[in-house]
């Protein structure tokens, strides 16, 4: 009866627990910041908060989240709204801005500024305040740091070669001139080692050049793409050039680099960028050279594109005032906006902050600091668009292509970018304005679905139990209930949701139950979505090629290592190892072995075997993948150990005695006795290669191009990047039809080539 | 027809005690020698180094005159029968008795038409499609011997074959498997630890303990004039009675039993075997029986004396009642002796005449 009474006391104690909770609790969630001091500050003015509001008898409490890593910024946010988390104040990155607005995701700020006496518009940088405002009034947030692109350069390195700075009004064709000068081979081993440029290469940063040629990314109402224009095609192939063609420019700056030191760092490179403000706090240690900073070269026209953090409040937070108050006296104060400024996370959106000498340093470099703030009258933020992420994503799979690999000519790569975002574009359109489904839906479908299940349980009910049959009924139902309440909570539950979800149109900003029907639309895309195709390609390859060659490597180990030794045994917990780690630290480790320079390379390269670019060749990567599952084979091999200790060892002798060499009683007496088990880690395997996630999520973000785009990964991407959770529900039943139907085939052929001991005895 | 001999063959483990200690064993062509010995006695290493499965750590492995030490078992031209069959569980009969043919490379026509053969041989024609699993206890077996004899080895080993079966089945089997060897001929060496069988199957019997071998001869003559005190417990069931007194100017000394011919004086251990225990009226030896046990065909008595026990057999209908007292009496003849210290035999006694 204990269980009675705990179940009873937490029933009693939910609403006392409610009743004593007087003091409010804010739920912020804030950018990590890199460095030690902004939390102190950071939680030191959360203190003064919360002290000014208990003094004016309103307790209140702060629960102050981090977003996590980079990765995950903008991911977090959604799961937290998604999941009804509570959530009162967070970071969004500025380009997420229009999806939240538009899914009515957030708050419209304005009345608290209208009735803020404090509150004043114009001691913030205009452009960052515009930005948060949409077409009617609104005003959802306020600006954390902000930065526009502009370009380092190494002065030391273009005196040394005896080239002049070039003035703020330079040109691509000064850079592609100072760049040739420059770009030598040091070493004299054959291979340029000194280059121009450090090219960085994700949307953000190769946009201004479209604009710089005259191109625009979105047409001006947003409807159509201009992606497919000379002028892009220009730009392309300009940094294609410089790239891939004159070898003038070195492709570390891609954003898989970037958190590492690069050429410029290391002095090699004349230029770095287009990046932002940020790098000036990493390279704060340079003492080998002279940096500086510049504007962007300009070509038809001077421009460059800006990158903001800003804090919003989502619509469904529960103190909102309590939110407009935090925000504007502690993530928009002087102080730790100052901060902000002085740590490198961007240039503050409150301009006596941005001008402040704790921001401008005079005695830090960069000297022309000012760059920063005059670029601003070129400088713009990327389109807003509700949808933005999606094309960003679709844009950033073809740079990809011509920047990274560079095996892509820039002209297909633009028209195929302007195809796939007009197309989605067009679908967009088409989606909006469908009808909302009753808020109910959903709980009905849940309720049936239960109904159901509990139906199918009970018409299946065998004959009736005697006595003592009844009392195991009743026990195990006892045993059962706890993981039954598991099972609907965490499997049945969610599986019915997505089930439904597949049929409907879902934002993860939108409250859950808020549904528009959208019939088999979801499943109807799939064939015509290349990113889907090309994913559902990559995924089978991967799973043809790494399930086989792991199932012959766990087996040929297992076989090695199956004789008793303490050698054997450490060689197989070294092989175990690594099925004991979390897939992200082995994504983790993995990404360093397999860089550019990384420890593979400097092997193979040590061989003479050369140097291959595996996660940055599309050809490449996928084996590299293999590679790395490979390494991971020590589970199988595990339980091939297990079978073979099973084999009685006098089938062994009797074959050795029957005078079958090692070869043939491998292949007629071992194998044989191990097929239901090579079933098992066949079927196991396919599960395990077509979910695979982590690795690519970690190593690629599914690059370069599409090529590591695994059919979980273009699902997460599809429901948490993309917030099309429908398509996202959809891709995950295909999945799961796909893996049941592969899995009923293995199971259906089994029976000609698994030799089961148990069946051989009925038949 | 083949000779197989050992010459020095040990065996030690690493860190382990010596299994094997220098054995020296002749298996004459066609000739049938049973290895017995209790668990443990080094028997089955003894064979399986024979077959290859085993290295020995010393010593040589010679078959037919040449010698085999460094030959795979595949390639010593010996088949073996092991104790749990060792069937490939997932090849049907005719698979199993096959395959050391397509090992071989014998053609696939050749090889149907020797499994056909031998199949026939040992009855198995309409099981060949059958796989193990559906096959019972003896059916198994004759597919074992099936295997072991369809390429015409120089040298059977039979590891235990028998001793997965029930009673029955083995004593059927037995004599099958004496009859096979009657008819083939083949040089075989028999691992077992049920004396029984090693009376009945072998030529000759290698009684084996501690790793060494304690008598080697013809299954009677072991039995008639066991060279220790261990193989006369060993040979014989039931088991010779071995009674543990002292000897005094040729005269034995147990309690109430006094028996003349000791041949030395000292701790000394008489031998008699139960079913040559005599009732004799009068004899001077009143025993009280304190078990008895009716077989049937016979009855077993055990009587106490002097803290041991002496057995005896009787007819079947013999009545004895467990309290009464009997009067029993040995004949010379029948008496061994050994060694108290050793176990060794002493001096004269039934089949000294023997050259073993």
Known sequence: MAWKALVLATLAAAPVAGAVAQERVLHVMVEDALLVESWELLHGLTAEFEARHAAAGDPVRVEVLSLGGAAGTQDKVKFCLAGDLPLDLTRIDITELAAFVQEGALLDLQPYFAADEAWDPAAWFALCLAALRDGEGGLYGLPQTFTPYVMYVNESLLAREGVARPPDDWTWQDLEDICRRVTRDLDGDGRNDQFGISLTQWLQAVSPWLWQAGGELLAEDGQSSRLGEPEVIEALTFLHRLLHVEHLASDDGSFANQLKQGLFQAGRTAFYGPVGYWERFR???????????????????????????CYVVPRTARHPDLAYAYLTEVVG??????????????????????????????????????????????????????????????????????????????????????????????????????????????????????????????????????????????????????????????????????????????????????????????????????????????????????????????????????????????????????????????????????????????????????????????????????????????????????????????????????????????????????????????????????????????????????????????????????????????????????????????????????????????? | MATLSLRGVSKRYPGGAEVLSAIDLEVFAGEFVVLVGPSGCGKSTLLRIVAGLVEASAGEVWIDGARVDDREPGERDVAMVFQNYALYPHMSVRRNLGFPLRNAGVSKAETEARVRRVAESLGLSELLDRKPAQLSGGQMQRVAVGRAIVREPKVFLFDEPLSNLDAQLREDLRSELKALHRRLGITTLYVTHDQAEAMTLGSRIVVLDGGEVLQSGAPLEVYARPSSRFVAGFIGAPAMNLLEGRAEGGVFRLGPLEIRGAPVSGPVILGIRPEEVVLEKDAGLELAIREVEALGNRTLLTCPIEGQSLRLTLPGGASSAVGTTISVAFRARDLHWFDASNGERLGVGRGDQSNF
Request: with cysteine.
């Open chain 1, 333 to 763: 104060s002087l102080r730790y906006q100052t901060c902000m400024g002085e740590i490198g996370n961007g240039l503050p959106g409150l301009i006596e902050a941005a001008r402040s000498d704790a921001v401008r340093n005079p005695g830090v470099p960069p000297a022309s600091i000012d760059v920063f703030f005059d670029v601003l009258a070129d400088a713009r933020f990327l389109p807003t668009l509700s949808n933005w992420r999606k094309i960003e994503s679709l844009c950033q799979a073809e740079l990809e292509g011509v920047l990274l690999s560079g095996d892509v000519a820039p002209a297909d790569a633009a028209a195929r970018m302007a195809r796939k975002a007009d197309a989605y574009l067009a679908q967009e359109r088409a989606r909006r304005g469908r009808g909302r489904l009753p808020g109910f839906v959903m709980q009905a479908a849940l309720a049936l679905s239960l109904l159901l299940l509990v139906g199918t349980l009970l018409l299946r009910r065998g004959p009736a139990p005697g006595r003592l049959g009844l009392r195991e009924e009743r026990a195990a139902g006892g045993f059962l209930c706890l993981w039954g309440i598991g099972f609907l909570h965490f499997l049945f539950g969610p599986a019915v949701v997505s089930l439904v979800l597949s049929f409907c149109e879902w934002s993860p900003l939108r409250p859950f139950g808020d549904l528009a029907w959208v019939g088999t639309e979801n499943y109807g895309r799939l064939p015509g979505d290349a990113t889907f195709v090309t994913s559902l390609r990559a995924t089978t390859l991967y799973a043809l090629l790494s399930v086989p060659l792991s199932l012959v490597l766990a087996l040929g180990l297992a076989l090695l290592l199956r004789a008793e030794s303490s050698f054997a045994s450490g060689v197989r917990t070294a092989v175990y190892l690594p099925a004991v780690l979390s897939p992200v630290i082995v994504a983790a480790v993995w990404r360093y072995l397999l860089d550019d320079e990384g420890l593979l390379n400097g092997a193979l390269s040590g061989l003479g075997l050369g140097a291959p670019r595996w996660l940055k060749e599309p050809g490449l990567v996928l084996p590299a993948f293999v590679l790395m599952s490979l390494w991971a084979v020590g589970t199988q091999m595990l339980v091939f150990l297990a079978a073979l200790k099973a084999i009685d060892p006098a089938l062994e002798e009797a074959a050795r005695l029957d005078g079958a060499g090692a070869w043939r009683r491998l292949v007629h007496v071992i194998v044989p006795q191990l097929t239901p088990v090579i079933l098992f880690n066949l079927i196991t395997g396919v599960i395990a290669a077509f979910q695979v996630f982590a690795q690519p999520y970690v190593m690629t973000q599914g690059g370069p191009g599409d090529s590591s785009r695994f059919l979980v990964l273009y699902l997460y991407e599809s429901g948490f990047r993309h917030l099309d959770m429908g398509y996202a529900s959809a891709i995950a039943w295909v999945l799961f039809a796909l893996l049941g139907v592969l899995s009923l085939v293995l199971l259906r052929t089994s029976k000609r080539w698994v030799h089961d001991a148990s069946r051989s005895y009925t038949s």
């Open chain 1, 283 to 309: 390279f704060r240690d340079i003492e080998e050279f002279e940096w500086d900073v510049l504007p962007l070269p300009r070509h038809r026209r001077a421009a460059t594109a800006v990158a903001m953090g």
